[in-house]
């Protein structure tokens, strides 16, 4: 089955840049999309098709994608970003796992 | 607004099933997939399959073939997925998720109804 892996946390202080990576062999022919999910609530879509950022979600927040590796990035991370981020994909047999999420700490 | 409202918790003994709503209003029900994403305490999220609403057609996570089953009713906008043969594992949140427009991805989320699976 295909797998997307993550870093299982990162930490920043806050005003830093946070990046969080996401690598999977199908990336570089399918699109990356990123959830943050804060505790108890249900995930947001903060980052689809690579790049692309819902209406509502801060600037501060990009994505990128290249080769086997996609990359949320926090510009300026603040401390009410620290949550669990989660990449999804999917491949060309139709499995669409998600990351094993990374917990960011903004401290 | 749009949005996607769940039924309620529910508590299951081993074996048996369970049958989860979801009731979208604020757009039309048909024109966007369904899917299902389950999280069991501390755990990741789970992606478990997608529900074309206007056509009914589905995709099912490997791991859930021959368990799962999604289904919906376009007169009332409601999407419905039901796991069979239960057991402690199943325990999680179930959310359903709509697919944003022409693409993977899910923007609207329900709030979540926890299954518990227990004897």
């Known amino acids: 089955s295909y797998e997307l892996t993550q870093p299982p946390s990162v930490s920043v202080s806050p005003g830093q840049t946070a990046r969080i990576t996401c690598s999977g062999d199908?990336?570089?022919?399918?699109?990356a999309y990123w959830y943050q999910q804060k505790s108890g609530q249900a995930p947001v879509l903060v980052i689809y098709e690579d790049s692309k950022r819902p209406s509502g979600i801060p600037e501060r927040f990009s994505g990128s994608s290249s080769g086997t590796m996609a990359t949320l990035t926090i510009s300026g991370a603040q401390v009410e970003d620290e949550a669990d981020y989660y990449c999804?994909?999917?491949?060309?047999?139709?499995?669409?796992?998600f990351g094993g999420g990374t917990k960011l700490t903004v401290l | 607004q749009v949005q996607l409202v769940q039924s309620g918790a529910e508590v299951k003994k081993p074996g048996a099933s369970v049958k989860v709503s979801c009731k979208a209003s604020?757009?039309?029900?048909?024109?966007?997939?369904i899917n299902w994403v389950r999280q069991a305490t501390g755990q990741g999220l789970e992606w478990m399959g997608w529900?074309?609403?206007?056509?009914?057609?589905?995709g099912y996570a490997q791991k859930f073939q021959g368990r799962v089953t999604m289904t919906r009713n376009t007169s009332i906008s409601t999407a419905y997925m039901e796991l069979s043969s239960l057991r402690s594992e199943d325990t999680a949140v179930y959310y359903c998720?709509?697919?944003?427009?022409?693409?993977?991805?899910?923007?609207?989320w329900g709030q979540g109804t926890t299954v518990t699976v227990s004897s």
């Open positions: 604020g757009y039309t029900f048909t024109s966007y997939d």
């Open positions: 998720a709509r697919a944003c427009y022409g693409c993977y991805g899910m923007d609207v």
């Open positions: 199908a990336l570089p022919k399918k699109y």
């Open positions: 999804y994909s999917t491949d060309s047999s139709g499995n669409r796992p």
């Open positions: 529900m074309n609403p206007n056509s009914g057609n589905t």
